[in-house]
């Protein structure tokens, strides 16, 4: 069975149980290992890995991303997962949970700067890269091995090598035949994780496999699936086609594909993209104005994130929320100049909400951004109805800058004291 040591990169026919030119038994093995070349490469933890690279004080301490006013977890490092933080988690709820947690508020300059310098790694390896945020990418390796002088699962490896060495960053590879099972594999071993799944096994993986393990399948498409008895792989297989585009539509036939390990997408750099969102189902429905105000920040982050990873901007602004009857509600509104400003975003929205009056209780929330541009275009001469928008984005970057060198506490916003 062909093998490689993902730490010196040594190749074999055979695999071993260590690896024989270094010793170490971080080896990598399967049938299609070196035939393989549509992959999945996830950071692991991505801002609180940088904050622990920025902060050696914080290396062995569970960190927690967000704080504030806005009192909802942005992200966790693995520590803190381990004791039951999530994303979008109440702050309070968190810091019950984990008690000894250090918070710091998020840095999206130095995130940015992180996601860049990962991106022209990346670039080094292949022309066909397809963001989906700052942390993580697909990319098709098809025709590099001769390039290269290595098969694609090689050449991943020494990205995340590279990675680590030289930025102080971990990442996870999946290996797979398509988008869908790259994306699956790179979630089956994180932290620093090499996972491959093959044409051959394809059927015998997914099988027995959650319906929740396929990416876009949130909490209400879930909830529809349930009913109709759908709840594995291996319940999807038993419907027709047909009969699954009748009740579900165009979900349907994407699923009775997915059912069957197929996925036709392309790894494409310059995919058209119409929109940038992201929302959050509620575990228990709320009108805690403070606890919505804190998941529109995120999610204005998060869709933030996004565009900057795609060197996008947007000139209209969405949120969406769905009532406990689920009743949904949208508002919208055009800029004057695109954005990709999470503060901006963040104000536009909240401002949506302010207009929605009391209408909750609410089950979801969402954030959009639309009518998309490229980045040069955008923030150029800031809201001409907020003439300190263009100041707060400035001091935002000062403040990232003045952080990054004399530490997190150099500056403290007074909100952050709430």
């Not at 933080?85 to 968190?94: L, N, T, W, Y």
């Not at 980045?375 to 970057?397: I, N």
Request: proline letters at 5%; a positive charge; aromatic letters at 6%.
């Amino acid at each position: 069975m062909p093998a490689f040591c993902r730490d010196c990169l040594t190749t074999f026919e055979t695999a071993p149980r260590r690896c024989t030119a270094c010793g170490r038994p971080r080896i990598a093995a399967h049938p299609e290992l070196f035939s393989l070349s549509i992959a999945h490469m996830d950071c692991d933890a991505f801002y609180a890995s940088v904050e622990k690279r920025d902060n050696p004080e914080l290396a062995s301490k569970p960190v927690i991303i967000g704080g504030g006013r806005r009192g909802v977890v942005s992200t966790a490092c693995y520590v803190a997962r381990v004791r039951g933080v999530k994303s979008a988690m109440p702050m309070f709820q968190a810091l019950k949970l984990c008690p000894e947690a250090v918070v710091v508020r998020p840095r999206m300059e130095e995130y940015v700067k992180a996601s860049a310098a990962i991106r022209k790694m990346m670039q080094e390896l292949t022309p066909a890269i397809e963001p989906l945020s700052l942390d993580e990418a697909f990319l098709d390796m098809t025709g590099t091995t001769a390039l290269h002088g290595a098969p694609p699962a090689v050449m991943l490896a020494r990205l995340v090598k590279r990675m680590r060495e030289e930025l102080g960053l971990t990442g996870s590879i999946g290996l797979s035949h398509n988008k869908f099972l790259a994306k699956v594999a790179s979630d089956l071993d994180k932290p620093r994780g090499f996972s491959v799944i093959g044409k051959a096994e394809t059927n015998q993986f997914l099988k027995d496999k959650p319906i929740g393990l396929i990416w876009g399948v949130g909490a209400v498409a879930q909830g529809a699936l349930d009913k109709a008895g759908i709840r594995t792989f291996a319940d999807l297989l038993r419907w027709e086609r047909q009969d699954l585009t009748a009740r579900f539509g165009s979900m349907g036939d994407r699923l009775w594909h997915l059912a069957r390990g197929e996925d036709r997408r392309q790894v494409s750099a310059h995919a058209p993209v119409k929109s940038i969102s992201n929302e959050t189902t509620f575990f228990e429905d709320t009108s805690d104005s403070d606890m919505l105000d804190g998941h529109i920040w995120r999610l204005a982050e998060k869709v933030s994130d996004r565009a900057k990873a795609r060197d996008l901007a947007g000139r209209v602004v969405t949120l969406k929320l769905k009532r406990k009857d689920h009743s949904l509600l949208s508002r919208r509104v055009s800029l004057r100049e695109a954005t990709q400003i999470a503060d901006r975003i963040y104000r536009t929205a909240r401002d949506l909400f302010d207009q929605s009056g009391p209408q909750g209780p609410y089950r979801l929330i969402g954030v959009g951004l639309s009518d998309l541009v490229r980045a040069e275009e955008s923030d150029l001469t800031g809201d001409l109805l907020d003439p300190k928008a263009s100041t707060r984005a400035k001091a935002e970057r000062a403040t990232d800058t003045i952080r990054a060198k004399f530490g997190k506490d150099a500056i403290v916003k007074g909100r952050s004291l709430r």
